[in-house]
Antibody
Framework: QITLKESGPTLVKPTQTLTLTCTFSGFSLSTSGVGVGWIRQPPGKALEWLALIYWDDDKRYSPSLKSRLTITKDTSKNQVVLTMTNMDPVDTATYYC?????????????WGQGTLVTVSS | EIVLTQSPATLSLSPGERATLSCRASQSVSSYLAWYQQKPGQAPRLLIYDASNRATGIPARFSGSGSGTDFTLTISSLEPEDFAVYYCQQRSPFTFGPGTKVDIK
């Protein structure tokens, strides 16, 4: 079965760079038509899509955050890494990674449990 | 950038009632719209993709319709476990709407 799990720091200081890792199993990111995305959710607020990487290494970013985000994949390790620069307290949120595929219209059908990242000095 | 709006913000209904949730796009997204359910403390769950296709394991009481700019998620008869927040999402790029909370009347 497909599982995903996010890992990374729970606390970062303002201006620092956040690096999150999504480790997954049950699928390969080298398979055609597969992708992994990152989505975040500030406490009590709505979901916000951040980035998505496709099996062919094509990448998509949220236009409002594009200058701060980088998404990469390591197919051999079954990992996807998201970096976000210049962190601010407004970036405090639960960060999720999720599986996507062409077969479901690029919706996100399997999600990690999420990891809460707090930005504070 | 395409913006999604959802209405109403909150829908207060009783178990057994029909729920109708709306999602409107600022410009056409064709049929590229998904719906998710999220309960407190949980990750979202994909309900509907491509406007009207139920995801694996989703009960038949959930249905989606619409195309272009106007979409609807219908829950034919609310079960106790359906009280949650519902989000729509388009894929160009993958932005979410602000959500509709379905709570118990």
């Amino acid at each position: 079965q497909i599982t995903l799990k996010e890992s990374g720091p729970t606390l970062v200081k303002p201006t620092q760079t956040l690096t999150l890792t999504c480790t997954f199993s049950g699928f390969s990111l080298s398979t055609s038509g597969v992708g992994v995305g990152w989505i975040r959710q500030p406490p009590g607020k709505a979901l916000e899509w951040l980035a998505l990487i496709y099996w062919d290494d094509d990448k998509r970013y949220s236009p409002s955050l594009k200058s701060r985000l980088t998404i990469t994949k390591d197919t051999s390790k079954n990992q996807v890494v998201l970096t976000m620069t210049n962190m601010d307290p407004v970036d405090t949120a639960t960060y999720y990674c999720a599986h996507s595929s062409a077969g479901i219209g690029w919706g996100f059908d399997y999600w990690g449990q999420g990891t809460l990242v707090t930005v504070s000095s | 950038e395409i913006v999604l709006t959802q209405s109403p913000a909150t829908l207060s209904l009783s178990p057994g009632e029909r729920a109708t949730l709306s999602c409107r796009a600022s410009q056409s997204v064709s049929s590229y719209l998904a719906w998710y359910q999220q309960k407190p403390g949980q990750a979202p769950r994909l309900l509907i993709y491509d406007a009207s296709n139920r995801a694996t394991g989703i009960p038949a009481r959930f249905s989606g319709s619409g195309s272009g700019t106007d979409f609807t998620l219908t829950i034919s008869s609310l079960e106790p476990e359906d009280f949650a927040v519902y989000y729509c999402q388009q894929r160009s790029p993958f932005t979410f709407g602000p959500g509709t909370k379905v709570d118990i009347k």
